[in-house]
């Protein structure tokens, strides 16, 4: 599947793991790396749903249009499905602390 990403940051961080660690910490940035290699691998959205790992759910309220899926604890990478083949990666974010 295709990625697009919200910023540069993202994008550097899902090519190189001390990039990652860097930016998320050590349990975060390793989860981060392998959440968008699975991305990578998959060839439409809907085959995340077959991954039960991932956790994929839709949110809800003013985050609407926008999935998570589980990183560590409350971390949850935040995506959304611009098309079958393509998603954007919003962010990384623990959604649940505020």
Do not use: C, W
Request: charge should be positive.
């Amino acid at each position: 599947m295709d990625i697009e990403y919200s910023n540069n940051r993202l994008e550097a961080s899902s090519l190189n793991l001390n990039e990652a660690v860097h930016l998320f910490g050590l349990p975060v940035g390793r989860k981060y790396i392998q959440r968008v290699l699975i991305l990578r691998a998959v060839g439409k959205f809907s085959e995340l749903y077959g991954i039960r790992a991932l956790k994929l759910h839709q949110l809800k309220g003013n985050r609407s249009g926008e999935y998570a899926i589980t990183l560590t604890g409350n971390y949850r990478l935040i995506i959304e499905n611009i098309r079958e083949e393509k998603v954007l990666i919003v962010a990384v974010e623990d959604y649940h602390g505020n």
